[in-house]
């Protein structure tokens, strides 16, 4: 950062990018400079026939282009490595290098070139063997290693990079002729028609890679719109943002630093109250866990987990082989029915669209076997804005439901980024009502598709004489399903009061307050860990996009060095552990929030004024949110629970909390269905496990440091302090019990709460009394 400047064009390359390269072709050169050298050196070349002397001149004057391509490349490493990402001087060398470099290259390019005329020549008849052999090695490899480098040279070419170059000079000059004679008024003018002229040399850029990416998908008027609203969204949230792919990568690996030293800062000082932080989560005595020992709540979490089987089964076969990855081909192999479509219609389902031997209707079936369960309709249509759905009958839960499938197709990711704001189509119309656009597009699809078929009315009169003209409507999805799910249940619950919503990792810029308001009393939302999708919106990436410049600005090792230290886990310094360096490294987190709060409020780049930053207003997620978080045990928990997977809980997450991206190497994989599926029956097997059930959750690591604050220290013996449970509904304390290590463990659980049957009459040695509210358990 910023792009290298090189034959007066920017370049998406960094001049500290070109270790990893340079390093490379040291590599490769050196092994042919030994090959060469020792081939050269063996073998006897009789000089006075002709293809023979070729080829020795070859090979002599090949170890030479080798040994300036080594030197050239040893010297592009070293200097490349110099500096930090923003201390461009000590690389100030770098075009130099580069210029000579391809000159070498053409060289290079030269000699291989005849190299191959002499095989065409001389092959054949030349009398000496082995080092022709060599040869044709020397000349197919090196000309591979020099395509290479025109693919990595047409990779890092930047379109707009000779328009950038002129702006940013002029924008120089500008600058010191206003400092000089003060012309503001004109300067200003031209310095935005330059300005200008730049965006939309990069909106075309964008606007050329997306109709590159996206070839596959043909030239009809709705992709042309979609492309050309994409490439504006994404060249505004650039904005000639003098960054490349590495800063990006650099920026993230220190961005989860910061992090990290931020929550370990907060549950250090006990800001807010903070005991410590679950899956990026502040837990704090106001936080809400969901309390599984109240019937009602323990019901609807049922429910949750019934109809996240339902989402996942509108991803159809993909999903299924995924989720049962050693014997899902033989089972969705007995289910499928190729090329025999007239049997489908007998069976009164209606499969749109479907491939021939019906393979995603044929996963759906064998993703609902979870009860009384009758697909009615089921469409695999899509195209942008138009996402597939099915209509299912649940007799078990009185119930139709409509599940939205998720991303899984390139049109479904020109969905998720037509992501501006646009307002819900409702009667009366409410302006401060917004969603995301390319949901409500596929929700506008999906409701008109339901009027249009009947679909709804279909369902209700498919069996009269199971009730189902009396059944309840519930609308489900994950991801993109999520969200179109939600924007659908918006527009639909004028028309049917009794429906319900459940949305499973929706986007995070998805809806306006006063709607997520409104939603919260009819929609049911789901978020797993550090799932990144929660966390996504326009406004989340802005702020995201200022973390990384503050982060980066930060960072005083080179890029090479930050990246390595997170990929191979070498090169990185050491933690600070004394107390002065604890001191130090707070005052460093106290500096970033300060830095990272200016930064978020900042509408200009931090290092040029005059590139303006866009600013998108905040859209959060749909209704009441059930969080799940994970607590890893300490080594110390662990030999109390005697296994090491993570504990699972559950808290009502306010809408607003999803605000900051969280990075995490599960930040993906939090996001994906089956591991939703898996976490959700995972923390209710759990609770299970621990009776009664939970009503407040705490934390063991603050009830263990409340207990060594009042616990008197009358012995020298080591403690084990054991809290298996909390109190069930009505209770308000909780008695925690503290044992000598050859003791017995036991809880005593008062005001409704039980004892343990196993335990009862075990000998104590402390017992310190607890009020549950403001404790932090992990169902230990």
């Not at 690389?91 to 070498?104: D, E, G, H, K």
């Not at 302006?431 to 009315?457: C, F, P, R, S, T």
């Not at 004024?609 to 998108?616: G, Y």
């Not at 463990?745 to 000998?763: D, H, M, W």
Request: proline share 5%; glycine share 6%; with cysteine.
């Amino acid at each position: 950062m910023p792009g290298i400047v090189v034959f007066r064009r920017r370049w998406s390359v960094g001049s500290d990018d070109l270790v990893v390269p340079g390093l490379f072709l040291f590599v490769i050169h050196l092994i042919w400079l030994t090959v060469l050298a020792v081939v050269t050196g063996i073998f006897q070349y009789d000089r006075s026939v002709q293809c023979i002397e070729l080829l020795w001149y070859f090979q002599i004057g090949y170890i030479s282009i080798l040994s300036c391509c080594i030197l050239l490349e040893i010297a592009i490493c070293i200097v490349a490595m110099r500096g930090s990402i923003l201390d461009m001087e000590p690389r100030a060398v770098m075009p130099y290098l580069l210029y000579t470099r391809v000159l070498v290259m053409i060289v290079d390019l030269t000699w291989l070139i005849l190299g191959a005329i002499w095989l065409k020549d001389h092959y054949f008849d030349c009398p000496i063997q082995e080092p022709k052999g060599t040869m044709i090695a020397v000349v197919i490899c090196n000309l591979l290693v020099i395509f290479s480098m025109f693919t990595t040279i047409w990779c890092t070419f930047d379109p707009a990079g000779r328009s950038w170059v002129k702006m940013k000079k002029y924008q120089r000059s500008m600058r010191e002729s206003e400092s000089r004679f003060n012309y503001k008024r004109s300067g200003s003018r031209s310095r935005n028609w330059r300005q200008r002229k730049v965006i939309r040399a990069y909106q075309d850029s964008w606007d050329h890679r997306c109709r590159l990416l996206f070839c596959c998908m043909g030239n009809s008027d709705r992709s042309r719109n979609s492309f050309t609203d994409i490439a504006r969204l994404l060249s505004d949230f650039f904005r000639d943002l003098d960054v490349v792919p590495s800063d990006v990568v650099a920026g993230l690996v220190l961005l989860r630093k910061f992090q990290k030293l931020e929550r370990e800062a907060v549950v250090r000082q006990r800001k807010n109250g903070t005991y410590e932080f679950l899956s990026g989560v502040p837990i704090t005595a106001n936080t809400q866990f969901l309390a599984l020992n109240d019937s009602k709540d323990y019901d609807h979490f049922q429910t949750v987990i019934r109809y996240m089987y339902f989402a996942q089964g509108a991803y159809g076969w993909p999903m299924f082989l995924m989720s049962h990855s050693r014997t899902g081909i033989c089972q969705l192999g007995s289910e499928l029915t190729c090329c025999l479509s007239c049997c489908r219609r007998k069976t009164g389902v209606d499969v749109v669209e479907d491939n021939c031997c019906f393979c995603n209707y044929a996963a759906l079936k064998k993703m609902l076997q979870i009860g009384e369960v009758e697909v009615i309709y089921a469409t695999y249509h899509v195209d942008i804005g138009e996402t597939p759905f099915f209509v299912a009958v649940d007799y078990n839960y009185s119930k139709i439901v409509v599940s939205i499938r998720g991303t899984l197709s390139m049109k479904d990711v020109l969905t998720d980024l037509n992501a501006e704001g646009d307002c819900l189509p409702l009667t009366p119309p409410r302006e401060d009502w917004i969603g995301h656009k390319g949901m409500v597009q596929a929700a506008i699809y999906i409701k008109n598709k339901l009027e249009e078929e009947n679909l709804i009315q279909r369902a209700q009169a498919h069996n009269p004489a199971r009730g189902t003209q009396d059944f309840g409507l519930v609308l489900v999805g994950h991801s993109l399903g999520a969200g179109t799910a939600a924007i659908l249940a918006i527009l639909m619950k004028q028309q049917y009061d009794d429906l319900h919503c459940y949305s499973y990792s929706p986007p995070g810029g998805l809806l306006s307050m006063p709607a997520v308001e409104y939603s919260k009393s009819f929609i049911t939302s789901v978020v797993v860990g550090k799932d990144v999708v929660p966390r996504i919106g326009l406004h989340q990436m802005e702020a995201l996009r200022a973390d990384l410049i503050n982060a980066i600005q930060r960072s005083i090792d080179p890029k090479w060095k930050t990246i390595a230290c997170s990929v191979i886990c070498c090169c990185c310094g050491p933690e600070p552990t004394s107390v002065t360096m604890m001191s130090t490294k707070e005052e460093h987190v106290i500096r970033y929030e300060q830095d990272r709060t200016s930064a978020r409020q900042s509408t200009v780049h931090p290092n040029d004024n005059s590139i303006a930053l866009t600013l998108h207003h905040p859209l959060y997620p749909p209704g009441r949110i059930i969080h799940i978080v994970r607590h890893h045990p300490s080594q110390d928990d662990r030999q109390i629970l005697k296994k090491r997977e993570p504990v699972y809980q559950a808290i009502w997450a306010d809408n607003t909390a999803f605000d900051e991206v969280l990075i995490s190497p599960v930040m993906l994989q939090d996001h994906m269905p089956d591991k939703v599926l898996a976490a959700l029956n995972k923390f209710l097997d759990q609770s299970r496990e621990t009776q009664p059930p939970i009503d407040a959750p705490s934390s063991a690591t603050a009830a263990k440091q409340q207990i060594n604050e009042t616990e008197p220290k009358t012995s020298d013996k080591p403690c084990q302090t054991v809290l298996l449970g909390t109190p069930t509904s009505g209770a308000n304390t909780i008695t925690v019990v503290v044992l000598k290590n050859d003791a017995a463990a036991s809880v005593a659980v008062e005001n409704g709460g039980q004892l343990r049957p196993e335990i009862t009459g075990k000998k104590q040695d402390t017992a310190v009394t607890l009020n549950p509210r403001s404790v932090n358990d992990t169902r230990l």
